[in-house]
């Protein structure tokens, strides 16, 4: 439509708003059409006409800059039935953050269903969620939009064939099967790629992380990129290698945090070593400290106390000083050996109390079994129930009925429900909606039923995960007959 038309057509809309007829003012080609009715026809047929125009011929030309996607891919497992939907939709409404609306989906996947994408999409640079999603993940990211990733396993040959979510998951899934192989190829082909994505697949060398891995990260200590030699730093040390400033000079920052530890003896037979955190005399020790605990390595700090690092972890006294068993649980998880960690996981689970929520920092460096100790223990101690909101990285869908009736958890649940305490309420809120990830099914229905019979509304936002949880068994069992 030109402009002349355009002007034409505002000139007869005007018209028709003051109640006046159009016809004479119409363009020609539109007067043949309208022509030979009724004057009250003429303006309907022009009117129709009018319509057409707008909705069509002026309607907004694509920039040149859009370019054409192709389909979003379809996914390994089966869409979330329809049915289901309205309570996905509600469960995520709820999810007050990104890594909460993240379990929903872990939840939902760990019972073989993948959301409706406009219900739920991930982000470009997603890593939490489940892998199923890893094609859409590349979808967002794709550039051209032609590339798709193979079929066969990931070569150097196909390297570039691969978009950066199916190649992290394929190369974590060969780091546990074939260690070596996937090492070789990070090896061969990590020099080439931006700093962000050198990070991201040198990090996935923590998967059946071993001796042999040790040549390739010692010859990132000349990486350009000082994030890659921390990082590098990080898993030789958990290999038991040493850094390069450990002569205790004074340039060695794990001297200067030891100076932070004192030394004790405990026992009058047989007389032990235990560690205990300095008393600090001002902001700026404190600052500091942390600022070691964060750089230093586990293996060189517990090298300055003659110790290993079994040694050193079960002697440090926990509960003297609250910042400094973060740290060291931080420490520990970032740089520890397999045996550390599990020798702290292990010893704080079975004393039970405060110290054993430090574990919480450990869990990406747990197995499943350690994983789900953790939560019945927290389950059991009704003082520290908000703590299991921190868990992460926690299988969806296994939690017993028992595990969650053997403690004072229930009982302290029913409790706040009800109570006029709107912190205590909104903590069960957030506890009740991390359950309905963990849960069963059968948990998941049972535990719906103590809330309302306690006082909660059946509909109410925080049981929306578990009526979702409960729902996906219903639909396959029904879908199983």
């Not at 150097?156 to 950066?164: I, Q, R, T, V």
């Not at 450990?362 to 223990?377: C, E, G, M």
Request: glycine letters at 6%; one cysteine or more; proline letters at 6%.
């Amino acid at each position: 439509m030109n402009e002349g038309e355009q002007t034409g057509l505002a000139t007869m809309r005007d018209c028709w708003i003051t109640g006046g007829a159009t016809f004479d003012l119409a363009p020609t080609a539109w007067k043949t059409i309208a022509g030979g009715a009724s004057p009250d026809e003429q303006e309907r047929r022009l009117l129709a006409i009018a319509a057409q125009a707008l909705d069509v011929a002026l309607r907004p030309a694509a920039p040149k800059t859009l370019k054409r996607r192709p389909p979003l891919p379809r996914l390994a497992l089966p869409m979330l039935p329809e049915r289901l939907r309205p309570l996905l939709r509600a469960a995520l409404k709820h999810a007050v953050d990104a890594r909460r609306k993240t379990r929903v989906v872990t939840l939902v996947a760990s019972r073989g269903f993948v959301l409706h994408p406009m219900d739920w999409m991930p982000v470009a640079s997603d890593q939490n969620s489940p892998d199923v999603y890893a094609p859409w993940i590349d979808w967002q990211a794709s550039v051209d939009g032609e590339r798709h990733a193979p079929q066969e396993k990931l070569t150097a040959e196909n390297w570039d064939e691969f978009y950066p979510a199916a190649r992290r998951i394929a190369l974590a899934e060969m780091r546990r099967s074939e260690p070596a192989s996937a090492r070789l190829l990070v090896e061969a082909k990590a020099s080439g790629e931006p700093a962000e994505v050198r990070l991201a697949l040198i990090e996935l060398m923590r998967f059946g992380l071993n001796p042999e891995d040790a040549p390739f990260l010692k010859s990132l200590s000349a990486d350009r990129s000082g994030k890659v030699r921390e990082l590098a730093g990080r898993l030789l040390a958990r290999l038991g290698e040493h850094g390069r400033s450990n002569d205790g000079g004074s340039d060695d920052p794990a001297a200067e945090l030891a100076a932070f530890i004192s030394e004790g003896k405990s026992g009058f037979i047989r007389r032990r070593s235990i560690y205990t955190p300095a008393k600090l005399k001002s902001p700026a020790q404190e600052k500091r400290r942390a600022e070691l605990f964060e750089t230093c390595n586990l293996v060189d700090l517990a090298a300055r106390f003659s110790a290993t690092e079994p040694e050193f972890i079960g002697a440090w006294q926990f509960g003297a000083d609250n910042n400094a068993d973060i740290l060291i649980a931080r420490m520990v998880a970032a740089s520890g050996s397999d045996v550390a960690v599990t020798h702290m996981a292990d010893a704080l689970v079975a004393d039970g109390g405060k110290p054993a929520l430090f574990v919480l920092h450990l869990t990406p460096r747990l197995d499943s079994r350690r994983k789900r100790a953790l939560v019945r223990l927290i389950l059991k101690q009704a003082n520290y129930l908000n703590a299991i909101n921190l868990a992460e990285g926690i299988d969806a869908g296994w939690l017993e009925w028992d595990d969650l009736s053997n403690g004072s958890a229930l009982a302290a649940l029913r409790s706040a429900v009800v109570g006029n305490d709107d912190a205590m309420r909104r903590g069960a809120d957030d506890i009740l909606e991390t359950i309905g990830v963990l849960a069963t099914a059968t948990t998941a229905a049972k535990l719906i039923d103590e809330v309302v019979a306690a006082g909660m509304p059946p509909a109410a936002p925080p049981l929306s995960v578990l009526h979702l949880n409960a729902a996906l068994a219903e639909h396959q069992s029904r879908t199983d007959t």
